[in-house]
């Protein structure tokens, strides 16, 4: 059974940084992404890593603030959040992916982690 389970949203001040996590259990995928939500809107892509080539992809605008990694031996990913805006406030989601490449095409994804960024 395949499982991803977020961890490490919460609340922080304007400017601060936050780490997200993504266990994933089941089976391996090739690509891994993170995606927000805020109500009443669309879920946004925010970042992906292709598993094996460590290629990483981000949204313009997380692009310099906002890192994707991944942990081969833990099977997490990762989602290293700095320069935190107002802007930023969401529920965050990871997602997996068989495909190698496209930016909307996810197989599975987490229940997804609040994070709160106050002005």
């Known amino acids: 059974q395949v499982q991803l389970v977020e961890s490490g949203g919460g609340l922080v001040q304007a400017g601060g940084s936050l780490r997200l996590s993504c266990a994933v259990s089941?089976?391996?995928?090739?690509?891994y992404g993170w995606f927000r939500q805020t109500p009443g809107k669309d879920r946004e892509f925010v970042a992906a890593?292709?598993?094996?080539?460590?290629?990483?992809d981000y949204a313009d605008s997380v692009l310099g603030r906002f890192t994707i990694s991944r942990d081969n031996a833990k099977n997490t990913v990762y989602l290293q959040m700095n320069s935190l805006k107002p802007e930023d406030t969401a529920i965050y989601y990871c997602?997996?992916?068989?495909?190698?490449?496209?930016?909307?095409?996810?197989?599975?994804w987490g229940q997804g982690t609040q994070v709160t960024v106050s002005s």
């Open positions: 890593i292709r598993w094996y080539t460590m290629y990483t």
């Open positions: 997602a997996a992916s068989q495909a190698v490449v496209g930016r909307t095409n996810y197989d599975y």
């Open positions: 089941g089976r391996a995928f090739s690509r």
